[in-house]
């Protein structure tokens, strides 16, 4: 006879997950895909009575070929973290003359061919844009968090592996049809802190669609008007571009009179400019006010009378 367990839960969201995709029968923990591992590790540990854990689909399944009835019909094992056993549910299809078979599929927590679940294997990453930290450092903060322990050529092959997907992504993301573009670019800069250093981050973007051309971090020492000057060459090869539109810096002037380019300050920069021209004027008359209200100040004291 079957005994099903009670899944605790303390708010919507975790009733939410467990109700449709989490039951515990006879001690095994049958868990749909959708639950994320670390609630499977969460649950392991809370009730200990769990001796299996098995990734299935559900019941009550069709075949997608011929229509019919899918029947459960043993398992896969596979390791995850080199901590937890699990179990891939398998099916096949119960109409005798089709041969189609189905594996629960876990692709997504963990890849093929591997033993250490996607998000430890992003965590060397995410660990290195928060602060600098040596392999040890980064595999005892896996060990204390997730209960794994990966050595630390593994720690640095999954940062690799993180470093490399993200700039396919990266690369899959700003690619851009040419044509859409307005052929009016600006470029600015921003000076923000990475791990307490101060560095220039260099920006090209076209005006008319918002697309960002080029994005680079460098160090400060580095922003030159040579890496500007190359920089925008590198970024509009193959495009028309007819204007550009930057800040302040005089070095870009000369820039774009070189590449026969139309060039203008940005509207807040033409009125930055125009305002500290007018500034240098309104202060020197300030100060000029303030000497003559001091000197009135000291005349009106040194008065034989005072006004009434």
Excluded at 3 to 11: A, D, L, Q, W
Excluded at 290 to 295: F, I
């Amino acid at each position: 006879m079957k005994t099903k367990t009670e899944i605790p839960h303390n708010n919507v969201y975790a009733e939410g997950i467990f109700k449709d995709n989490v039951n515990i029968e006879n001690n095994v923990l049958f868990i749909k895909p959708i639950v994320p591992f670390y609630l499977v590790r969460a649950l392991v540990k809370f009730i200990e009575e769990i001796t299996k854990i098995v990734y299935w689909d559900g019941e009550n399944l069709k075949c997608p070929v011929c229509g019919r009835k899918l029947y459960r019909n043993s398992y896969s094992k596979k390791w995850i973290n080199k901590t937890h056993l699990v179990h891939r549910q398998k099916y096949i299809c119960s109409n005798k003359e089709c041969d189609y078979e189905h594996v629960t599929n876990i692709d997504h927590i963990v890849p093929k061919h591997c033993n250490y679940e996607i998000e430890i294997r992003n965590e060397p990453y995410k660990q290195g844009l928060i602060d600098y930290k040596s392999l040890e450092k980064i595999s005892e903060h896996i060990k204390n968090n997730y209960g794994a322990n990966p050595s630390r050529q593994s720690a640095l092959n999954f940062y690799r592996e993180t470093d490399s997907t993200l700039k396919k992504l990266e690369t899959e993301v700003l690619k851009y049809d040419k044509n859409e573009l307005s052929n009016v670019i600006a470029i600015d800069e921003q000076f923000p802190r990475v791990n307490g250093e101060k560095k220039a981050k260099s920006v090209i973007m076209d005006i008319g669609t918002n697309l960002i051309l080029s994005d680079e971090i460098i160090p400060v020492k580095d922003l030159t008007p040579e890496f500007n000057e190359q920089t925008i060459k590198n970024t509009i090869k193959g495009i028309d571009v007819k204007g550009i539109v930057t800040d302040g810096d005089k070095s870009y002037a000369p820039i774009a009179d070189s590449l026969n380019i139309i060039h203008q300050h940005c509207n807040f920069h033409l009125k930055k400019n125009l305002m500290d021209e007018l500034n240098k004027i309104l202060n020197k008359i300030k100060r000029k006010r303030k000497s003559l209200d001091r000197q009135i100040k000291d005349i009106t004291l040194n008065l034989p009378f005072k006004e009434k």
